[in-house]
């Protein structure tokens, strides 16, 4: 079984040693790809000083999450891999036997296009904010995990979720050749809730593996992080992008316009202006993102 784990990478000094380290104490072997989006810090070269047994690509620009990743998932497909396991750079694993775990649900459960692990603060403190929503998703699936948790009984290999974060993903090749890679409509965020969009439109399930875990260390982002990579935007971006609505570029469009010119006339400047500028979004959009659909609704290794 062949195993390449990505990790991307972008001015993350601070992570390196336990990312990359947790990695090599891996109970299943794998191969380690870095994607060095540019970093301004030294990354590339620290890298290649410290971990020369790491296979670098160094990039002359920040192409984002998705597109970096998707060179390394090229490379896996083109060389023979079974797995591919995408791991943050602000991430490590919380025991040895983590990735085993993910591709032992995997392997029992083929109807999983990703199988993921839980997460962690950095601290080990507790559970991140993230974990906390993938619980709230998975008990809209359905009500096992949270009753496994409670009642103290044997936790599931694998529980179905509709939403689970990128941080820490398993990708059976099989799912690279179904549903390819990250759609570059993305830059970062966002990537990865339309990469699930597709999985689920495709018939593909999406799991967390409760008994697999890693250390994310969300609490040593910049400041500025939150703001830099979460606006409407990118939210609005999401729903145009989901091929398993069945609303329409040109509805989104009626909609903002519709809302526009009914604030206008109840003089409501502040919430006209506001969806005005939506709606100039959606306009400016249509055209990509109606391509983009149209190739996510078909089988591929489409981005690749």
């Known amino acids: 079984m062949k195993i390449l784990t990505i990790i991307v990478t972008y001015n993350g000094l601070q992570w390196y040693d336990r990312c990359f380290g947790s990695l090599q104490r891996s109970a299943i072997p794998l191969d380690i790809m870095v994607v060095d989006n540019a970093s301004q810090d030294g990354t590339a070269d620290w890298i290649a000083a410290h971990y020369p047994e790491i296979n670098l690509i ?40 983590c990735i085993e775990r993910l591709v032992q649900a ?63 993903w398993l990708l059976p090749r099989n799912t690279l050749e179904k549903i390819g890679g990250f759609d570059p409509l993305f830059f970062h965020r966002g990537e990865d809730d339309n990469y699930m969009q597709r999985v689920h439109y495709h018939g593909g399930k999406i799991g967390l593996c409760a008994k697999a875990c890693i250390y994310h260390d969300i609490e040593e982002r910049p400041a500025n992080y939150d703001a830099e990579h979460n606006n409407w935007n990118k939210d609005m971006l999401i729903e145009l992008a989901d091929i398993n609505s069945g609303k329409s570029i040109s509805q989104w469009k009626k909609q903002y316009l519709l809302q526009t010119l009914r604030q206008m006339i109840e003089l409501r400047w502040r919430k006209m202006r506001r969806n005005l500028k939506i709606w100039h979004f959606i306009k400016t959009q249509q055209t990509i993102v109606e391509m983009s659909k149209n190739t996510n609704k078909t089988i591929g290794a489409h981005w690749l």
């Open 106 to 168: 995997a392997e029992k459960h083929p109807e999983y296009m990703i199988v993921s692990a839980l997460w962690l603060y950095g601290s080990g403190e507790r559970i991140t904010k993230g974990s906390k929503e993938h619980m709230i998703a998975i008990s809209r699936s359905n009500n096992d995990f949270v009753s496994d948790l409670y009642l103290d009984r044997e936790l599931n290999e694998v529980y179905e979720t509709d939403y689970i974060g990128a941080a820490a």
């Open 58 to 97: 160094r990039l002359d620009k920040n192409l984002g999450f998705g597109q970096a990743n998707n060179i390394g998932m090229r490379y896996a497909l083109d060389n023979g891999y079974d797995y591919v396991f995408l791991l943050n750079q602000d991430a490590w694993l919380h025991t040895n036997d």
